[in-house]
């Protein structure tokens, strides 16, 4: 390990260049959870550096706790992500606005619509897209990405923009898909070389990673605009209420700022949302055929709360501690975001002596990815918490995503087996190539729990509003 005693501990390093290079963009939790297992050195935290650039990576909640909450202060900003943020304009994005008064504004808008009261609204659209979701994977249950993938996108676009899909080939969806994809791939900390070293930016547009940023651009204007002008449209309407139009009669003083606020916070509520939920269910889904004896206890637990005569609803979840504690336990098993969304410290601080200089990385590891095990939810740290970020750039959608998940999972529990495929083999494997990390292509076997749970998806289906 690097042993420069005014920064916190690292990797050996390289003259010039420093250990920068040790920090791989790819799926570095798991070499970066290894090093946390190594005794003989101070390695809950780790430091890398070169090339004018740091990162520290926090390795335990301590330290987490320590630098994102109660150093708020200085630890709430976000990197310059050179290409997808300055060159491709996501940098106008709530979740990589830099720690200000812009960021407020934005954080405000979300609340107005997200706070733990306003969420309560939409628990009857989560409720019908969940049973439509059980429907789907009862007439193509080969096809469960594709539900989980539509769902997703499904519940944000209903809620942000009034906008009804209901196919996953949606243009809505793929186009959001294919722009997640590459926002992605592309707000990894070292992504890019240019990343690394901001002044290629001047360098002429056909290099190839021009090229990129430039396509990235026009895609993630088309994500952000499209949607909001059709809830613009619709307004005069009523007849598709959104969070749009609600923030709009919010006020009379619609400048052209309060415009540009609204469409880029709506734009990062709707880009943030739909991975993270689909990462989730699916991470979900892959546990429970693999761990079929979890799943039978927290389907006893529906029947004996719920009953086989109704679908489960968002108001049930206080009464499911168990299916509680599994949701928790799927989100510490594989985290959607074992790396959070990378944070930056405006000035120079000092942790535990070390010093971390202004402009630091801070990437949270939270992933420490072992046996599935529900009961464990005593343990003194919530691991649903950690899951959602930390302190004062915590996730806003949290109570929105939580009552999505909790319902989509309620109810496939309370209607579905879900078990191993035929070969009978699942390999819990995970991308590693996103910032937002599903698991790869798997297979499982689902069926209806019962000819009554069959009938109750059906009878509640055609019930659904949406
Ligand atoms: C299971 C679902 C979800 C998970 C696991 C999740 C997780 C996270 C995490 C880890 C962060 C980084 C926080 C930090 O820097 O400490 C974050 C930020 C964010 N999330 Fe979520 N999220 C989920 C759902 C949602 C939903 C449904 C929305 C919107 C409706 C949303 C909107 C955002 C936004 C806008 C940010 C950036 C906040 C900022 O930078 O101030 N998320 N989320």
């Not at 990673?209 to 009523?238: C, D, W």
């Not at 637990?301 to 509680?324: C, F, H, K, Q, T």
Request: hydrophobic letters at 40%; aromatic letters at 8%; a neutral charge.
């Amino acid at each position: 390990l690097c042993n420069n005693p005014r920064y916190p501990p690292g990797p050996s390093g390289y003259p010039l260049v420093g250990n920068i290079f040790k920090f791989s963009p790819v799926g570095p939790w798991t070499k970066l959870t290894e090093y946390k297992k190594k005794s003989s050195v101070q390695t809950d935290i780790l430091f890398f550096h070169g090339l004018g650039n740091s990162i520290l990576v926090l390795n335990s909640m301590e330290a987490i706790t320590d630098l994102l909450d109660k150093e708020g202060g200085i630890s709430s900003d976000r990197p310059v992500f050179t290409v997808v943020g300055e060159l491709m304009g996501l940098g106008q994005s709530m979740a990589l606005l830099p720690y200000g008064q812009d960021w407020r504004r934005h954080r405000k808008l979300a609340h107005t619509a997200l706070g733990p009261n306003a969420v309560k609204r939409y628990h009857t659209i989560q409720e019908d897209l969940a049973v439509l979701l059980c429907k789907s994977m009862l007439e193509k249950p080969l096809d469960f990405f594709g539900h989980v993938r539509l769902i997703s996108s499904r519940i944000v676009l209903a809620i942000t923009y009034g906008l009804s899909v209901d196919q996953a080939d949606n243009e809505y969806i793929t186009d959001a898909e294919a722009t997640m994809d590459m926002v992605g791939r592309s707000t990894r900390p070292g992504a890019f070389l240019c990343d690394l070293i901001p002044a290629m930016k001047y360098l002429p547009s056909w290099m190839p990673f021009q090229q990129e940023a430039k396509k990235g651009r026009e895609m993630i204007e088309s994500l952000v605009t499209k949607p909001y002008n059709y809830a613009l449209q619709h307004m005069a309407s009523g007849e598709h209420p959104s969070l749009v139009q609600e923030l709009w009669d919010s006020t009379s003083e619609r400048s052209l700022g309060f415009q540009h606020d609204l469409k880029w916070m709506t734009g990062s509520l709707y880009g943030a949302a739909g991975d993270s939920n689909y990462a989730t269910i699916l991470t979900f889904m892959m546990a429970m055929a693999m761990y079929p004896e979890k799943q039978r206890l927290a389907q006893a637990e529906i029947d004996r709360v719920v009953g086989s005569e109704r679908m489960p609803s968002v108001s049930d979840r206080a009464s499911l501690p168990y299916v509680n504690a599994l949701i928790k336990e799927t989100m510490r098993w594989h985290p959607a975001l074992p790396l959070g969304i990378a944070r930056s410290t405006s000035k120079d601080t000092t942790y535990r002596g070390f010093l971390i200089p202004k402009g630091t990385v801070v990437l949270p590891n939270i992933c420490n990815a072992d046996e599935f095990v529900p009961e464990q939810d005593t343990a003194p740290v919530d691991p649903g918490l950690w899951a959602f970020g930390f302190g004062r750039r915590i996730c806003p959608g949290k109570h929105l995503a939580e009552n999505s998940v909790f319902i989509i999972i309620s109810s496939l529990l309370a209607t579905l087996d879900i078990s191993l495929p035929p070969n009978g083999v699942v390999n819990p494997e995970f991308d590693k190539d996103h910032l937002v990390s599903y698991p790869h292509d798997f297979k499982c076997t689902i069926n209806a729990r019962s000819s009554t749970t069959e009938n109750l998806v059906q009878t509640r289906a055609q019930e659904s509003k949406v």
